[in-house]
């Protein structure tokens, strides 16, 4: 089974930063795309930010120039470098990825998430 696990999240005051990390872990898999997406609460989950193995980022108009999405592949992980934080930044970030995993008879892909990591901007 791959998993991944998040770290980073806290609580910061308006205009500081916070730099969440995720790494994918188990068995006989490759990671393809990863991203992060967050919940404020009483909203629907939505994608903040987004790599693929080899290409273009994306990111979510409303964090355009503040935050940062980089990828290590050997080590499969990926990082989101969030700087100048405001208050609506505020919720449950969590990490993202495509997997293909390799089995005995069968290679399958698949979507994991992290547990999720709490980011509260205070103002």
């Known amino acids: 089974q791959v998993q991944l696990v998040e770290s980073g999240g806290g609580l910061v005051q308006a205009g500081g930063s916070l730099r969440l990390s995720c790494t994918a872990s188990?068995?006989?898999?490759?990671?393809?795309?990863m991203g992060w997406y967050r919940q404020a609460p009483g909203k629907q989950r939505e994608l903040v930010a987004a790599?693929?193995?080899?290409?273009?980022?994306s990111y979510a108009d409303s964090i355009k120039g503040r935050f940062t999405i980089s990828r290590d592949n050997a080590k499969n992980t990926v990082v989101l470098q969030m700087n100048s934080l405001k208050p609506e930044d505020t919720g449950v970030y969590y990490c993202?990825?495509?997997?293909?995993?390799?089995?005995?008879?069968?290679?399958?892909?698949?979507?994991?998430w992290g547990q999720g990591t709490p980011v509260t901007v205070s103002s």
């Open positions: 790599i693929p193995r080899g290409g273009i980022t």
């Open positions: 188990g068995n006989a898999f490759s990671v393809n795309a």
């Open positions: 993202n990825a495509e997997v293909t995993v390799y089995r005995i008879g069968s290679t399958y892909t698949d979507t994991i």
